[in-house]
């Protein structure tokens, strides 16, 4: 029974050494780290002259290619569109289907229910890169203008 309480009391006394020796080794380590660390200041960037200024990358929009044809047409036509908006969408069925700039007035978008949208801004934002659509050009001869009819 000695033996087994000597025992005892060697392995409490050496589990009672390693937390000890954890303790200081973590102490050690800890006073080690905030003495490397006092050399270290923080400070606006201009403080340190070694170091460069971050310089923020600005990303381009991708453009977005939509795809359209007349319902005559067995090719799509590709329309690039480097700004989604509906002036540089105009510019590009312009361009595209050689319709004189100062004739073109409306522009509608036509959903698979049929209804008849006039198209803005924010339509045209919803683009996504390689959408296809159905073209219809109309001239309205009373008013002298081009009508432009995306059908999905």
Do not use: W
């Amino acid at each position: 029974m000695t033996i087994g309480l000597n025992l005892l009391n060697d392995m409490s006394n050496l589990t009672v050494r390693k937390e000890r020796e954890t303790k200081r080794s973590i102490s050690q380590a800890l006073t080690a780290a905030n003495e490397g660390a006092q050399h270290l200041s923080i400070g606006a960037p201009n403080d340190h002259p070694n170091r460069p200024n971050k310089v923020a990358r600005i990303q381009k929009p991708r453009p977005v290619t939509i795809y359209v044809k007349k319902s005559d047409e067995k090719i799509y036509n590709a329309l690039c569109l480097s700004k989604l908006s509906l002036e540089h969408l105009k510019d590009e069925v312009i361009d595209k289907y050689s319709i004189p700039k100062n004739m073109v007035a409306k522009f509608y978008k036509r959903n698979k229910r049929g209804l008849l949208i006039h198209m803005d801004n924010r339509m045209v934002e919803q683009f996504e890169d390689e959408d296809d659509f159905n073209i219809e050009i109309s001239f309205q001869n009373k008013e002298g203008i081009f009508e432009v009819t995306f059908v999905y």
